[in-house]
């Protein structure tokens, strides 16, 4: 029903049918809360609910996560509000408004690549604390770090297995003869 990207500076369009609330007695608005509030009505073309905003509009939209809630309100004598749909959604950077040097990588990707470079600065030191007057410093175990490189690895595994539109979980296939 409704998307579950939307890509700022770009054209919004995009058609709700629901026949227990049609365009011509109920109105259908949707809004979304997350780095921003964006409060959108559909426009009413027969039965159909028609959500559409414009190029310049949408590039005003704060890409992150957000929560939606889809609500249906009656135009008749008495006034009803019915929640139709929620969830959430992310609006995805317009990648021509970003400046020259934007860091695109997600979350994962930074905190794998932090981790890395950490182990590979460790491999230089072979103490785990020191203590010098009354100052005292702890690293990180090798093997939390070792563990934490591996969730991560797998997360931006996932996260590229989606991006080309492969289940964003691995599949072990087994066969048995």
């Known amino acids: 029903m409704i998307p579950y990207t939307l890509t700022a500076g770009v054209t919004l369009a995009f058609q709700v049918n629901l026949t227990a609330y049609p365009a011509d007695g109920w109105t259908l608005s949707l809004h979304l809360r997350g780095p921003s509030s964006i409060d959108l009505t559909a426009e009413n073309s027969n039965v159909i609910h028609q959500f559409s905003e414009s190029a310049s509009n949408t590039r005003q939209w704060k890409a992150g996560q957000y929560r939606y809630v889809l609500r249906a309100t009656s135009r008749g004598d008495d006034l009803a509000v019915v929640e139709v749909d929620s969830g959430t959604l992310e609006i995805i950077p317009d990648l021509l408004a970003m400046a020259d040097g934007t860091d695109t990588r997600s979350h994962a990707q930074k905190v794998l690549e932090a981790i890395e470079a950490v182990l590979e600065g460790r491999a230089r030191k072979d103490q785990s604390k020191y203590k010098i007057n009354n100052r005292e410093l702890e690293r990180t175990p ?29 599949h072990v296939r087994v066969r048995f003869s």
């Open 142 to 170: 090798l093997p939390d770090l070792l563990a934490f490189r591996k969730t991560y690895k797998a997360e931006v595994a996932r996260e590229i297995r989606k991006a080309k539109g492969l289940s964003p979980f691995q």
